[in-house]
């Protein structure tokens, strides 16, 4: 027995000091699998950076294309789309810079039952993005922030150039486009 003893004790102590090597083991394991999932987040979002800026531009080239060719009668009466598709309204008209002979907004109505009590919104052109396949644009707002925007109805349109001044910075700003 007395030999059992000292041999019991030994196998103990072992076992404990296996149990802090294999609990160090565990923690080490840990930390190298928390590294891995950090890197693998840094990776999937510079991923997603990566696939949005090539969106950005394949859409910028698009919109310019579209915008420096088509017609006026080809753009009014086009839809306009939110970015998962659904309509958000049609472009009822095109408002021109005179000075500069740019773009500066479609005028897009929205709301409203067989386009009556729909409400017009000057929608600054660098905010629409051309579909070129899908023959829309697309505006990154959805239906409920955009009844919020800034618009007027059918019967009170901005009049002079002066007024269209005075709304394009609160235009472009809520659009988030610079001028």
Do not use: C, H, R
């Given at each position: 027995m007395k030999k059992l003893i000292p041999l019991v004790a030994v196998s103990l102590l072992s076992l404990t000091l296996a149990n802090v090597a294999y609990?160090?083991?565990?923690?080490d394991k840990q930390k190298e699998v928390a590294e891995k999932q950090q890197e693998v987040k840094a990776a999937q979002k510079?991923?997603?950076q990566e696939n949005k800026?090539?969106?950005v531009e394949r859409g910028q080239e698009a919109n310019e294309?579209?915008?420096?060719i088509s017609r006026a009668s080809k753009i009014i009466g086009t839809n306009v789309k939110d970015a998962k598709g659904d309509k958000l309204?049609?472009?009822?008209d095109l408002v021109l810079?005179?000075?500069?002979?740019?773009?500066?907004?479609?005028?897009?109505?929205?709301?409203g039952v067989f386009g009556v009590g729909n409400k017009l919104f000057a929608v600054p052109w660098k905010a629409l993005h051309w579909t070129r396949a899908k023959e829309y644009y697309?505006?990154?707002?959805?239906k409920a922030t955009l009844k919020k925007a800034p618009g007027f109805d059918k019967k009170h349109w901005p009049?002079?150039?002066?007024?269209?001044?005075?709304q394009r910075e609160g235009l472009d700003q809520f659009y988030q486009v610079n001028p």
């Open positions: 609990a160090a083991d565990v923690l510079e991923l997603v800026k090539e969106a294309s579209m915008q420096q309204g049609d472009i009822k810079n005179p000075e500069s002979g740019q773009m500066a907004y479609a005028v897009v109505s929205f709301g697309t505006l990154d707002l959805d009049d002079s150039a002066d007024k269209w001044e005075q």
